[in-house]
C-alpha cells in the first residue's frame, strides 16, 4: 500500500535551519510529482511548495521562496524540503502529498490522494 | 494567485441533516479542485476530486459539484463521524492554495 512518512521536524531556533524528509513506499515514485503542505496550530492548510516527477520544475509559495527549497532522490524514494531562515510563524506540521502523475494506460491521475503523517516543526528559541 | 472563498467558515448542523459547503474560486480553475476532509490530529483526507469525483472508499453521501469557479461538497445525511473540518484545493495552476475551511460541528 502507499505510504509516506515525514521526519525530520523538531524545535528549532528562529534563523536557523531544518531539513525535512518524507520516505515514500507503495508506488513509483519517480513518476509522481510531490508537494509539501503545511499546518500551522489551529489554523488552515498552506500549501509550500511542489516538485515535478524527475525534479526538473519546483515551485514554492512566495511566503518561503528564497529561504525554502524542495528536492527529491528518486533512487531512494524520498522528497525533501530544505528550510532555512526558520520564523517563528513558521511553526507548524508539515505534510508531504502525493501530486499528480500521467500515463498513457491511466492517463491523468489528480493530485492530493495519498498524505504523510506530518512532522511538527517548533521555531522558538 | 487564484484565491479559494469557502462558505461557511463554520456550521452547526444535526445528524441526517443535509448539508452544502461552497468554495468559489477568484478565478475560472476547471474542473481542477479537490475536497478533503480533516479530523483533529490526522491528515487530510480526499473526499472528492476532478470536482465531482467520488474518491474511492468515500461513502456515497458525499458528493461535489461546479465547473469554473463555483463548486459545492454535499453531505445528503450526516454521520457521526463527519462532523470535522472540511477544505477545498484548486491544483489548476501554482500556487495551488487552499480555501480557508469549514468546521462543521455537533449541534
Known amino acids: 500500500q502507499v505510504q509516506l512518512v515525514e521526519s525530520g521536524g523538531g524545535v528549532v531556533q528562529p534563523g536557523r535551519s531544518l531539513r525535512l524528509s518524507c520516505v515514500t513506499s507503495?508506488?513509483?515514485?519517480?513518476?509522481?510529482?510531490m508537494h509539501w503542505v503545511r499546518q500551522a496550530p489551529g489554523k488552515g492548510l498552506e500549501w509550500v511548495a511542489f516538485?515535478?516527477?524527475?525534479?526538473?520544475?519546483?515551485y514554492h509559495a512566495d511566503s518561503v521562496k528564497g529561504r525554502f527549497t524542495i528536492s527529491r532522490d528518486n533512487s531512494k524514494s524520498t522528497l525533501n524540503l530544505q528550510m532555512n531562515s526558520l520564523r517563528p510563524d513558521e511553526t507548524a506540521v508539515y505534510f508531504c502529498?502525493?501530486?499528480?502523475?500521467?500515463?498513457?494506460?491511466?492517463?491523468?491521475?489528480?493530485?492530493?490522494?495519498?498524505w504523510g503523517q506530518g512532522t511538527l516543526v517548533t521555531v522558538s528559541s | 494567485d487564484i484565491q479559494l472563498t469557502q462558505s461557511p467558515s463554520s456550521l452547526s448542523a444535526s445528524v441526517g441533516d443535509r448539508v452544502t459547503i461552497t468554495c468559489r474560486a477568484s478565478q475560472g480553475i476547471r474542473n481542477d479542485l479537490g475536497w478533503f476532509q480533516q479530523k483533529p490530529g490526522k491528515a487530510p483526507k480526499r473526499l472528492i476530486y476532478?470536482?465531482?469525483t467520488l474518491q474511492s472508499g468515500v461513502p456515497s453521501r458525499f458528493s461535489g459539484s461546479g465547473f469554473g469557479t463555483d463548486f459545492t461538497l454535499t453531505i445528503s445525511s450526516l454521520q457521526p463521524e463527519d462532523f470535522a473540518t472540511y477544505y477545498c484545493?484548486?491544483?489548476?495552476?501554482?500556487?495551488?492554495?487552499f480555501g480557508q475551511g469549514t468546521r462543521l460541528e455537533i449541534k
Open positions: 502529498a502525493r501530486g499528480w502523475t500521467y500515463s498513457i494506460l491511466s492517463g491523468y491521475s489528480y493530485p492530493f490522494d495519498h
Open positions: 484545493l484548486q491544483h489548476n495552476v501554482y500556487p495551488n492554495t
Open positions: 476532478a470536482a465531482s
Open positions: 516538485i515535478s516527477h524527475d525534479g526538473g520544475k519546483k
Open positions: 507503495g508506488f513509483s515514485f519517480s513518476s509522481y510529482g
